[in-house]
């Protein structure tokens, strides 16, 4: 392997960590642009007509081409072959047309209601699948930046502070994620919901400067080594990556990876409908508690990788994590703790085990693989990782619908009931609306409906085999327009429509707890496979441990060579 010791420029501490910052600079904007949509979901329901299930397309976009069209195998070969600068290059100036392309699709005024068909999808909203065309060729960028700056840090640390500047290198990128979670929604209240995009689109401008200004300083390390006697390693050919898929260690890592995160983003996810359905609480303090994980990992991913390379102990450290994953998940699933500053704790460990792992597992992978083919090497856990984020989640609707299947149907009653009402209502007080509007409205008041009972009333549910359906819908529209009266002369058309949600909510609200209709979901089930994820991960954490002791590639020893 290349040794470069005498003179080269990372023997200079402030060249190196002022490489790294600026480096990492090119994927803060990454994690912004994440998650900045997320905050802003009510108001493109509003907005746009967008639902749930359109979310989840556009979330699933960001792995599209990576997965289905291999490119992140692919980014990880142009790395190794190319080399950091032009991948790195080419990398964020993809984020940039991804993300110009989302914000034009936001923007393009479509008709109303336009939708394309497609084989596999089927219908979806024609501005749902341009921007979700945007968002995963963003994912392509963004993550083959991710490989990038992953191998850059190695190439600058490497014998050095690697898994601190690893560590600290997720911190600035989930700055990026926390900045999203904080002014995402102010931005879009204040201007509008394109606002998030557009300023996603100046850090992804901001992200390819900073990229160049590392090539400068790329180019200075290559220059300050010509002259250092090295032996000469051998370009990257594609047998390497036969080397690299035979090796077990690799392959503790990679399914360490994809099951720890699997139990991580797939949980964050669910979190807020997790915590409102267990632990009675408003969505609005449900969809702070989940917030406090990235927060905490800001500050302990790079502490804990400090102790990685003074102190070593890597594997242990990964086993440490996943314990922990296993005894949150596993109290997370106990049906009577049920306190919400309970979960909240939980959610803090989290990010606890969320900051150890990382910050033991991503610099470890250079302990196993040789630097010439670690583009590929990550390139191929970030894609297994990818996989399993993009099907962790639908594995876990599966369970969630299987495990509660009364709760969507009696939402469909409750929803079918509200949509009836207003139709009635609306003709009765000769008020025309849009397709658009009047969908909106159907559907904000069935969610704060929904949202009120789960959060302030517990019942035994009616068992559904004695459930009538017309009878319970009938009874909702019944009284929904009794509470509603009749219309108020020279009122505007704005008014009624507000006095028509709020008293549907009401009355709505009164005959479905009455009925004891079951809209609850239990999570436990889904909790579980949590727990089963964190004891896989803590038996590959072992199996790691066990093949370094065996074929000795240092985990358990320093970073810092003495
Ligand atoms: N030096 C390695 C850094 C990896 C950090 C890691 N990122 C990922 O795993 C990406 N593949 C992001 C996946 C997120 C998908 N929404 C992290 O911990 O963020």
Not at 143 to 151: F, H, N, R, W, Y
Not at 332 to 348: G, K, Q, R
Not at 516 to 527: E, F, G, M, S, V
Request: hydrophobic share 50%.
């Amino acid at each position: 392997m290349t040794e470069a010791i005498r003179k080269s420029l990372r023997e200079s501490p402030k060249a190196r960590w002022t490489a790294m910052v600026v480096v990492s600079l090119s994927m803060f904007g990454a994690y912004y642009f994440n998650y900045a949509l997320s905050p802003v979901k009510p108001i493109l329901e509003s907005a746009l007509g967008w639902t749930s299930s359109d979310f989840g397309v556009y979330t699933s976009a960001y792995a599209w081409f990576n997965v289905y069209f291999l490119m992140l195998i692919f980014s990880g070969i142009i790395l190794d072959r190319l080399g950091i600068k032009i991948t790195g290059l080419g990398a964020t100036v993809l984020m940039v047309v991804g993300t110009g392309v989302n914000y034009w699709a936001i923007t393009a005024p479509f008709p109303a209601g336009a939708q394309v068909t497609l084989p596999l999808i089927g219908s979806i909203k024609t501005e749902v699948l341009l921007s979700s065309i945007g968002f995963a060729i963003f994912g392509v960028g963004s993550e083959a930046t991710g490989i990038t700056v992953s191998k850059a840090i190695v190439k600058w640390f490497k014998g050095k502070e690697m898994a601190l500047a690893m560590g600290l290198q997720m911190s600035i990128a989930r700055l990026g994620t926390a900045l999203a979670l904080a002014i995402s929604l102010p931005l879009a209240l204040h201007f509008t919901y394109r606002a998030p995009v557009a300023f996603a689109f100046i850090l992804m401008l901001l992200g390819v400067i900073a990229f160049i200004t590392y090539i400068v300083l790329d180019t200075k390390l290559d220059k300050s080594e010509e002259h250092i006697e090295v032996e000469e390693e051998e370009p990257f050919r594609l047998k390497d990556i036969v080397m690299i898929i035979s090796n077990k260690a690799f392959w503790y890592i990679a399914i360490l990876c994809v099951l720890f995160y699997g139990a991580v983003f797939p949980f964050l996810f669910y979190a807020t409908d997790f915590i409102i359905n267990k632990y009675h609480v408003s969505p609005s303090l449900a969809g702070l508690i989940p917030s406090l994980l990235p927060f905490g990992t800001i500050f302990l991913t790079p502490f804990f990788g400090g102790i990685y390379d003074k102190k070593g102990k890597g594997a242990t450290i990964m086993i440490i994590g996943a314990i922990m994953l296993i005894v949150v998940h596993g109290f997370l699933s106990i049906p009577t703790l049920d306190n919400w500053i309970f979960a909240a704790a939980m959610v803090v460990i989290l990010g606890i085990a969320f900051s150890l792992v990382p910050s033991a597992m991503w610099p470890s992978v250079p302990k196993i693989i040789p630097e010439k083919q670690l583009g590929t090497a990550y390139a191929v856990i970030f894609f297994i990782q990818n996989i399993g984020l993009m099907a962790i989640p639908l594995l876990l609707g599966v369970v969630l619908n299987s495990t509660n299947p009364n709760v969507s149907p009696n939402k469909t009653v409750i929803r079918k009931a509200v949509e009836m009402s207003y139709t009635k209502a609306l003709q009765e007080q000769n008020i025309t609306l849009d397709a658009k509007a009047l969908n909106i409205a159907i559907e904000k008041t069935t969610s704060g409906v929904v949202d009120s009972i789960v959060e302030s009333v517990s019942y035994v549910p009616t068992p559904q085999s004695e459930i009538n359906v017309e009878k319970v819908e009938n009874s909702i529209v019944a009284n929904n327009l009794n509470m509603l009266g009749s219309p108020e002369l020279g009122v505007s058309q704005e008014k009624v429509l507000d006095k028509m949600g709020s008293t549907f909510k009401k009355a709505t609200f009164e005959v479905v707890t009455k009925e004891k209709l079951n809209i609850r979901y239990d999570y436990q089930y889904d909790i579980l496979m949590f727990t089963l994820l964190g004891v896989l991960a803590l038996l590959f954490a072992f199996l790691l441990k066990r093949e370094d002791r065996i074929k000795g590639y240092g985990l358990e020893k320093p970073n810092i060579e003495s």
